[in-house]
């Protein structure tokens, strides 16, 4: 795949731990690493300076992970993790994403538009500041207020103390709150990418499954004050990989998972959001691949969207028929009933935590009525419309106290929200025109005529007309333009005409009273019940759990391993004969086309030299790019996907068959070495 | 796999045809080709030169299919349809199995013990024959045995009359009946075969699997009069072979499918015959593993039986999950349905054919209570056992008009008997006696002690006592003591008292007593339900119909393509790249490991050329060996297995995911040319 950072499905709602461990099971943070596990089934004492070192040495990127890789500061990630700047760059003239780039010399190196990298320096249990501001709350929505506001708090006082980047993290759905410290790179320089095809050999029939013949990987390296960082917190490459059954570790980012939701809520996916998430985006790769049809550069335009739609698709398509698999459904049925019985026993349990499960599901009906506004009273699709609001909603929260701000506007927060607001990145009208056109259609065919979130953003016009008006009459593509409204101030948006500010302003009415709505009837409500839940958990379990994913900081252990597949074994591991095999299987064509440079130069290429392979980690969508160390704490591998049998660890963890999928380190160097012609990169990569 | 023709898990009642054709569905008699269809779907006009001359070149083996394809002689078949008689001709010294074989000149080509190759010469209509014959009859039972008397009558008018070996096949399930005449070949001598390990590539986990890396073949001559049979009906080599998307044809000899069983014949398979031979494989498989756990030789004995219970279970699996998949017995029952409906819809086809599905409901009632004796009281596992009472049977019935005999001792049926009798195959003591122990024992528990199988082959002894006495004391694996009480006839046989031959007479009352009730309360009802049920089906679908399988000639058209397969696409062809690849992909470690000749040679094996490839053709079990062949007739592949996806076509085909799985027709002559320093072979196979 692109084991990106897939936007979660469910809301922004607090996510608490898992039942009972399985074998390799289990994303845990570094403030409580699972060391007896290890132990026991690795025979490996994990130290806490191995650990440190780890956690430094490990990257997140905007939407996945990565890696300090040398003490000059590269950076390995996913060659579809730098997609997004891959394309910023790019030009009708220069390719970045099809020709692949290699810098010989520091100063071919290439900045990129808008990368922020983030490493996490510290973390603190906060739960308690959280918990005593909530609790003088006299309801569920004052609570939920109180809390925000709490978080507001906290981040400020570091970001102003520590000049880092704080965020505060609801962990175990809200039984715990920590606040993580990140140094933060914006300095980041494209070294060598290989052309797409090679990174995404196999393209969207080939994403989420294995066996696997990919390069995906991209290199960066990483500047402060026009000086490449230097750090001894990088891992040593390995290239001669890991052997079948070793143990190996995976430090990044996973996104989010939805393990320890009830019933109720994942019946709610089932049901409603899943359906209509796969009908968006069904919807909306057909406007795409139409729009890419035109001409080359109109493919280009397009194609960075095109890739994450299918990503999402067939994530989204195997994590719905995980939700409609009648045994995943009935395990967790059985593990609920399991808990709620255990609870219903002791009656302090019962009384403290009985009713959290039957008020889930109140607030489940609530928010399947409410879900068609939630989705489609929004400006979606075009990267360009949501500006107009976004600017809006700047001007009124930067002027009120920090913790009574909409989330996204909080002083700790606007660093980030400034510096992707001042990208220099492109926007295409014609393609943002068309998207903007179909989200608005599509608001109309679901919301009808009389939303008032359609009245205010169609203005009688047709979405066609409207999109047009809107693109056509927009400045805020420049960025000289977005530059003098964030100076200018809150007076300079309120003086602007500009036709997506005034779009703005109509509807962020509507976009506030439905989340004041969401916060009152669902958010707030169920997110205390959920909290009840995740302590429910701790009472009856203990605290040997790893919370879900919430795009922080995780590790995970497992083994490299093949597993039973198709009637037959996957094999661990993969080579370039797999490679040079899969193309011709299908002669050579589309999306198993092999590059020129592969074609011409497969006599140099070792081809028993392994390329791909797989491991028991239990990763998700955000650990793209994610290291994979061995026990020395060497870099071994790349991960940059989960298997077919993977999607359903959304909500389940399968030993017998989940797989993390990896870039072999040998494979990079090897290539690097002998295809790409960069000796000298590789040698800074493994020196020998 | 091993595309064997696997021994039938349904007994030998009568079959019909299906319902509504799909696409490239269907394994054709050759006096009825489709076509239409294929004009239609192919664009290809089929002539009778073009099926004559198919039908001349293909073969049949015991258990599987070949075909011609030189003009002197030279017989192509999968190297697992040859494995029978690789083991029979190896001894502790010489290991044709293990090491492969290839005679350098016709003087070192080696007799295989006991294969009867044969040839469709001619088939006829003799439908009208039994018919008449079953009509006099005042009941079913009564009208079995006037069928089986008619069809033994026209058999051996047929082997006297034309030299040929001549069988009346029931059709349609015995809506017709056909004579087949075939021109049959004794003298088989073994030209090449390569080491099992590079054949069979991928054992068990690979077998009925894709994408595939096998080189299944093995080379016979065919001799006459200890000359080289020269022939103008082969098929040409084609080491091109045939394009993605290309048509394709196969000629074979698919065993039997199920296809036209009713719902409630369907759901006994489900409920009684499947998880009884189920267990039945598993616990004979245990029993054989550890037996050739005790060494090498012993080893070397059960391999062939190991190879082909592991082939059975991992069929049988695959059915019995078939059968277990609610969306097959549901399209069964609306099948069922639709068709019931439409016949009761015309008052005459009611009275006609309406009774048939609840008489066979009844017949499963019964087959259900007595499946455990049908199954159990019987000598399994040995095939040395079985040989008394064969002798003994054969004592009782040659002595009778042909036409009462029991099946398999007409005389038309005799020469085949006693070249299987007079095999000089060896027999293994030590494997024989530990697996007529086990057979006994399982029979013991499952009949229990009182049953009168039981106590007539145990005589009061425990099942290993019998066992060690009876293979203890049997001369029968002797071919001389064999020869000599053929030769002696009955009086010999009837004055014999070896032990085997006591035992024979000991069982043979109850043999033939179950016998008899099976085909009083079962066979005779329902294969006169069953005929109606095929009638049925022409009344209401037309005669565009294909009867379902009896492991006589077949012609299945399709093209190359590949297919989505576990959630991305399998390859329309496999290269010896994927083959070095899968073999690194386990550390070239068994069942994946090359053999010594092709690492050393890896070098000179030029890595593209394409080893195996996936068809849409319509085959099964039997099919092992068939040629596939394109539009020119030309030899373009050897079919040797299904994928995973195929082994529900016993009762459904599925054209999305049904894949029939071939050896390239390039692969073959390049390893011949560059591993197996066998150009000469390669140069008659491919002249250039």
């Known amino acids: 795949m692109r084991f990106y950072k897939v936007v979660t499905l469910t809301s922004a709602l607090l996510v608490l731990t898992s039942l009972a461990l399985h074998a390799d099971e289990g994303m845990w943070t570094f403030d409580r690493p699972p060391l007896q596990a290890i132990q026991q089934r690795y025979g490996f004492t994990v130290t806490q300076p191995w650990l ?15 890696s300090f890789v040398s003490p000059t500061g590269l950076v390995l990630t996913n060659h579809h993790v730098a997609l997004e700047q891959l394309q910023k760059i790019s030009t009708p003239q220069k390719n970045y994403v099809a020709d692949g780039f290699y810098a010989r010399t520091r100063a071919e190196e290439v900045k990129a538009a808008d990368a922020e990298l983030d490493v996490l320096m510290s973390s603190e249990d906060v739960t308690s500041r959280v918990a005593a501001a909530a609790a003088k709350a006299p309801n569920a929505q004052d609570a939920l207020e109180a809390r925000k506001a709490e978080v507001a708090r906290i981040e400020k006082e570091c970001v102003d103390t520590m000049k880092l980047r704080c965020d505060v993290v609801p962990l175990y759905q809200g039984a715990q709150y920590w606040l993580y410290r990140y140094k933060k790179y914006t300095d980041v320089r494209l070294v060598f990418a290989p052309e797409q095809q090679m990174a995404f050999f196999g393209g969207d029939p080939d994403n989420f499954t294995y066996p696997r013949h990919d390069l995906d990987f991209a ?16 891992l040593k490459w390995n290239a001669k990989g890991a052997a079948d059954q070793e143990p190996v570790f995976v430090t990044g980012h996973p996104g989010s998972t939805d393990r320890n939701d009830t019933v109720a809520e994942l019946e709610t996916e089932r049901d409603v959001i899943y359906p209509i998430s796969l009908k968006v985006v069904g919807r909306r790769l057909g406007v795409l691949r139409k729009y ?74 609530v928010r399947r009525r409410l879900y068609k506004s939630e989705r489609f009273e929004q400006l979606r699709g075009s990267s360009l419309a949501p500006l107009g609001l976004i600017f809006v909603q700047y001007a009124q929260e930067i002027g009120k106290p920090d913790a009574d701000r909409l989330d996204g506007f909080h002083d700790a927060q606007l660093p980030t929200l400034k510096f992707q607001l001042l990208s220099p990145a492109p926007f295409y009208r014609p393609l943002e025109q068309v998207l903007l056109a179909d989200s608005l259609q599509e608001s109309l065919e679901e919301l009808g005529p009389n939303d008032p979130f359609i009245k205010a953003s169609l203005a009688g016009k047709s979405p ?75 009472a009856v379990y203990g605290t040997s759990v790893y919370p879900d994913a919430t795009f922080t900081l995780r590790l995970s252990y497992g083994k490299v391993n093949g597993y039973p597949m198709n009637g037959t074994k996957a094999p661990y591991q993969t080579t370039f004969f797999g490679l040079y095999d899969r193309s011709a299987g299908f002669d050579n064509k589309p999306p198993f086309q092999l590059t020129p440079r592969f074609a011409d130069k497969h006599s140099q290429v070792e081809m028993s030299t392994p390329l791909d392979f797989v491991s028991t980690n239990d990763i998700i969508g955000g650990n793209s790019g994610s290291p994979v160390v061995n026990r020395a704490g060497e870099l071994v591998g790349l991960i940059f996907d989960g298997n077919i049998e993977s999607l359903v660890g959304r909500f389940v963890y399968d030993e017998e068959k989940n ?30």
């Open 292 to 365: 890419a049809s035109l001409g080359a550069e109109q493919a280009r335009q397009a194609a960075g969207l095109i890739f994450s739609l299918e990503n999402a698709q067939k994530a989204y398509t195997g994590e719905y028929n995980g939700l409609t698999d009648p045994k995943i459904m009935q395990k967790k049925s059985a593990d609920e009933k399991a808990l709620r019985d255990r609870i219903a026993k002791k009656p302090e349990w019962q009384k403290e935590y009985g009713a959290a499960w039957p008020t889930i599901q109140r607030t489940q009906e």
């Open 52 to 66: 440190d070192h780890l956690r430094l040495s490990s990257v997140r990127f905007p939407d996945g992970s990565g």
């Open 659 to 688: 797989r993390a999928v990896a870039v072999h380190a040998g494979a990079i160097v090897h290539a690097l070495r002998t295809v790409y012609d960069a000796a000298p990169l590789a040698d800074e990569l493994d020196p020998r």
């Open 219 to 234: 290199i960066f390296r990483v500047y402060e004050n026009d000086q490449p960082v230097h750090t001894d917190n990088y």
């Open 464 to 538: 066609t007309d409207a999109a047009a008006a809107l693109v056509g009459g927009t400045k805020l593509d420049e960025l000289a333009v977005r530059k003098e409204l964030l100076d200018g101030g809150p007076a300079a948006i309120n003086a602007s005409n500009d036709p997506l500010i005034v779009l703005g302003r109509a509807i962020d009415p509507t976009v506030r009273a439905l989340k004041k709505t969401l916060d009152r009837d669902v958010t707030s409500v169920a997110s205390a019940a959920r909290e009840k839940v995740g302590r429910a958990r701790f």
